[in-house]
């Protein structure tokens, strides 16, 4: 997985992806990634309502619901290590928290509702993430949980992935 990466360099990425591949590329904006990672299920996690280190890279130290402790890695993992969702996407839960293209709002009251960033109102220079990540506890690595981080800001912890928008 990318890790290590502020929000201002996955733009950038995705901008260099795009003029290279002369189609458009960027980052998801958190009603993607949502989708994304759910394909197509309502319940806490892609896979059912709760989680295990054998499903996913998280803090093992800690439980969620009725799921046993498990394995702590310390460290993030191979993409391909867990299994994918119904969509064929990795890593969606844990791993590394994962930035969206989305400025950070406080809810969703006033969001695009045709699955666009909202990018408008509040301070431009905190970005929301999704995910959770390898030291997490599961229950920030559920699809609902939102947090968010200074753009300009990266460690261990934070990745990205990127989204195709055909014709644009």
């Given amino acids: 997985s990318v890790e290590t990466v502020t929000w201002h360099n996955a733009t950038k990425f995705c901008q260099k ?3 290279k591949i002369g189609k458009t590329y960027k980052l998801p904006s958190e009603s993607q990634w949502e989708y994304a990672c759910r394909a197509g299920t ?3 996690f892609y896979f059912g309502e709760t989680i295990t280190t054998d499903l996913v890279n998280y803090n093992g130290n800690y439980t969620y619901g009725d799921a046993p402790k498990g394995e702590y890695r310390g460290e993030t ?4 290590t867990f299994p994918p969702n119904a969509f064929g996407l990795y890593d969606m839960h844990g791993n590394v928290w994962e930035w969206c293209q989305d400025i950070r709002h406080d809810n969703y009251e006033g969001a695009p509702n045709d699955g666009s960033a909202w990018e ?4 431009s220079k905190i970005r929301v993430l999704r995910g959770g990540y390898w030291e997490d506890e599961p229950g920030n690595c559920r699809s609902a949980f939102r947090l968010w981080g200074d753009a300009d800001f990266c460690n261990n912890n934070r990745g990205f992935r990127v ?3 055909p014709g644009v």
Avoid: A, F, Q, R
Wanted: hydrophobic letters at 25%; a negative charge.
């Fill in 17 to 19: 992806l795009s003029k």
């Fill in 42 to 44: 309502t319940t806490p």
């Fill in 77 to 80: 993992t191979d993409v391909g």
């Fill in 120 to 123: 408008t109102g509040g301070d």
């Fill in 163 to 165: 989204v195709y928008l």
